[in-house]
């Protein structure tokens, strides 16, 4: 992807629900018990002793990946209660930088986001003008952090220059944009309240994908997914905004929006299976493969069998729970933000049924979501986008 814009300025140096997968579970119960979460989301092997082995021989207490999230979105959840009693506002922050330069950097954000991704520009055109810019800054961070691992300069990323990147991260939110991409963001944090550690968390992802290529558990993609894309849906949720009339308790709000980055970072990994075993990558649960009678051969030999069939209707089943979790937040979503998120859910969500459509030949063919189909979702998800929060609270309090 020709990135040479966005990086112009940067240094060179760098749940589910019970039922999901109801087979894969009781297929592993044989061996293994499952942790059960007050969300029921956990897919999750917890040894009987309730520790792992680690790879350093340390006996630690176990967490499973979704407790060690949940705590993130706990904390961003509550950041976000306070500045709702305290009815902080958008417009309240001062950025220090002058006006019209800051004018300038948003704008350019909404260049970059109108290249890269063009239906999700048109949706944000909904929101007010401090929402859309936020989210344009937001985006194009992330897009930058992508890059910096999938970009034309990857194989020139290390560990280091990813420390550096997040090195830069700490300096924008204190206020010290080293460019005007940052900028934008330096001013989007001050105002609205966004905690650090979902961006954190992104570079986190960047620096797993340098050092790993596979991934044994679900519990262990989760995480991964967590740090790629959950994490966007924590950063985006702030600016937003949860709806006035929302009678959700804000984490649920949060638990759907991380849902849906879980939902479609397991639909891309879905997509790009052949794609990714030519890269030496298998972004897939091992133990459920084998499970299934499948070895990381059958990966890169690529060949479409019934095992493989098998295999890739729990994986779609899973990814279809993660969107209807999301599905349920985006009534709790402030109105204006509603069609874009509900927009890009039905568009990423055909995209399994296009592998299905390719009879599960994710290895030499790309699933793919016509124009046609992209256009009928968009005036479907408007007209579903109006209807507000259930009148009594529709999403489990926690
Ligand atoms: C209550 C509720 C449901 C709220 C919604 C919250 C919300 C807006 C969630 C957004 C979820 C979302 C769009 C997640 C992005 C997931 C994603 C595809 C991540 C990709 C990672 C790396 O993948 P990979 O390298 O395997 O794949 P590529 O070949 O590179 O595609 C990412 C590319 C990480 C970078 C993410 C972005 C550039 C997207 C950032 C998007 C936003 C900030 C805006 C999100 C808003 C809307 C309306 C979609
Ligand atoms: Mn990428």
């Known amino acids: 992807m020709a990135s040479g814009s966005i990086f112009r300025l940067v240094s060179p140096a760098k749940i589910t629900r019970s039922s999901v997968l109801h087979q894969f579970v009781e297929d592993k119960k044989k061996k293994k018990s499952w942790s059960k979460s007050k969300r029921e989301w956990s897919c999750v092997p917890v040894y009987s002793n309730g520790y792992t082995v680690s790879s350093s021989f340390v006996a630690s207490p176990w967490r499973s990946s979704e407790e060690i ?100 991260l700490d300096d924008l939110y204190e206020g010290r944009p080293y ?38 558990t679900f519990d262990e993609l989760y995480l991964y997914c967590y740090y790629v894309a959950g994490t966007v849906g924590l950063m985006s949720v702030p600016v937003m905004g949860i709806s006035p009339d929302s009678k959700a308790s804000t984490e649920s709000v949060y638990n759907s929006s991380l849902a849906l980055g879980i939902a479609n970072q397991l639909t891309n990994i879905l997509r790009d299976v052949g794609e990714d075993a030519q890269r030496g990558r298998i972004y897939l649960p091992l133990d459920e493969l084998a499970l299934a009678g499948l070895s990381e051969r059958d990966i890169f030999q690529g060949k479409v069998t019934d095992k493989w069939r098998t295999f890739m209707k729990g994986q779609i089943k899973r990814a279809r729970l ?37 009879d599960y030949n994710n290895f030499t063919k790309r699933a793919y979501v016509g124009k046609a189909k992209k256009l009928v979702s968009l005036p479907v998800a408007y007209a579903r986008s109006l209807s507000g929060p259930p009148k009594i609270a529709g999403m489990a309090r926690i």
């Open 69 to 168: 999230v949940s705590e993130v979105v706990l904390k961003q959840a509550s950041l976000v209660q306070e500045q709702r009693k305290k009815g902080v506002g958008e417009e309240e922050a001062a950025a220090p930088m002058s006006r019209n330069l800051l004018d300038e950097a948003y704008e350019r954000c909404g260049e970059v986001c109108a290249e890269y991704a063009k239906t999700f520009y048109l949706g944000t055109l909904l929101m007010t003008p401090e929402r859309r810019r936020a989210v344009w800054a937001i985006y194009v961070w992330c897009r930058r952090t992508d890059e910096l691992v999938d970009g034309p300069n990857a194989s020139q990323i290390t560990p280091i220059a990813l420390h550096r990147w997040e090195k830069r």
């Open 179 to 216: 460019d005007m991409y940052d900028a934008a963001l330096s001013d989007t944090v001050l105002r609205f309240p966004i905690d650090i550690q979902p961006f954190r968390d992104m570079i986190e992802g960047m620096r797993l994908d340098l050092k790993k290529s596979r991934y044994k």
């Open 322 to 358: 993660f969107f209807d979790e999301a599905e349920k937040g985006i009534a709790e979503l402030n109105s204006a933000s509603r069609w874009p998120v509900l927009a890009s859910l039905l568009l990423y969500r055909q995209i399994l049924d296009a592998i299905e459509a390719n």
